[in-house]
């Protein structure tokens, strides 16, 4: 009887806990999206990325921008690939620091099915004269995308409710998984992080 | 019943895991009291809330000189500033940045663009970056509305000042002004709380 209530105490206690916990890293099922255009689920064709706002280019690169309708594509691929999806702009001084991090994760592991997206948060005045240089300069290999939406408060709950905004944010995700960090990474924790998503 | 306790014993493991994995930063949220500072200004005299004569409340603005989005919003901080302060609500700025490890934010930096832009409010270095955390900001530009009570200065609005960092022109809601519209009126705040993208605090 004294065990019982010992159990039923101890039950209690973790209910408790688990409610008063408020994780940070979030590794909530990916949610359903709630503004993109259906995807069709097809066992033949592969779902087409979504016709951009806009396509920026100079004569070597070019960056698709999307609002955050058309970038969550990017955030719900449903496939084998485990994809480390990074926001970061050129004028972001911690997030060009770790850039180079995240390029060679996209390199090494592309074997492994890993693949790296870069989101810039650039504003509309520094992509042409920022942006499309940086890209060229660096020689980035990993996909660059644009997000231009200014209305953040309605996006940036739908990357993660535990985003306050601040950049560099990185979230990895793959079919069975997602995880939301708002911090700076060097190489070998991402590689560590990266090595719990199977 | 061994079973059990072992099961019991199982969860708690798992639940203090969980536990551990709780970093999340502690800060105000809003009905929260907000602690008063003594902070030195760009003209080198220390300011704290208290001081600042017939104030009913601050707009205390996390923000920088070296960040691109709180460049973005400081002409709509010192509008903000210059409607307010008539009103009761002025705004006191303070930089959360470590000037060690972002240069451009250093105490002669802030004089300097606060005598450019002209600043007609307090513009604060959080020397040693003890207020911050306490706010719980984590970016530049990063906006607390306080309303002065009798029990303190109360948290009543947090985030961002309005809905449209790039272009001031096609701003939609004005998410500060309608906070501190309603406080004047003896409102509730309707929306108490936004997020925005802003550059990471260096502390």
Known sequence: MILKRISLFVVLFIITLLFSCKKEVSNDAPKEPETVPEIVEDTIAVPKPPKPLKVYSNDTVSVPAYDYAGLEYYLRQKNDTTYVVNFWATWCVPCVAELPNFEKINTNYKKNKIKVILVSLDMAKMIEPKLLPFIKEKQIKSQVVLLRDPDADAWIPKVDSTWSGAIPATVIYNSEMRKFYERSFTYDELEKEISNFK | ?203
């Open chain 2, 1 to 203: 019943m061994k079973k059990i306790q072992f099961l019991a014993m199982f969860l708690v493991m798992g639940a203090l895991a969980a536990f551990k994995a709780d970093t999340s930063v502690a800060g105000y949220k809003v009905g929260d009291v907000a602690t008063d500072f003594s902070l030195k200004n760009v003209d080198g005299k220390m300011v704290s809330l208290k001081d600042i004569k017939g104030a009913k409340g601050y707009i205390v603005v996390f923000t920088c000189n070296h960040c691109p989005y709180a460049q973005a919003y400081e002409d709509r901080i010192m509008a903000l500033d210059k409607k307010y302060k008539a009103l009761g609500y002025p705004v006191v700025a303070i930089n959360p940045n470590n000037p060690e490890k972002q240069k451009e934010d250093s105490f002669a930096k802030m004089q300097e663009r606060a005598k450019e832009k002209k600043f007609a409010f307090p513009y604060l270095l959080d020397e040693g970056q003890k207020i911050f955390p306490q706010y719980g900001a984590t970016k530049t530009p990063h906006v607390y509305i306080l309303q002065k009570t009798a029990k303190g200065n109360v948290v009543k609005y947090i985030g961002a000042i309005d809905d449209n960092y790039e272009d001031a022109a096609a701003v939609k809601q004005k998410y500060a002004e309608n906070a501190l519209d309603a406080l004047l009126k003896g409102k509730d705040v309707t929306v108490k709380e936004t997020k925005a993208i802003g550059c990471s605090i260096k502390a």
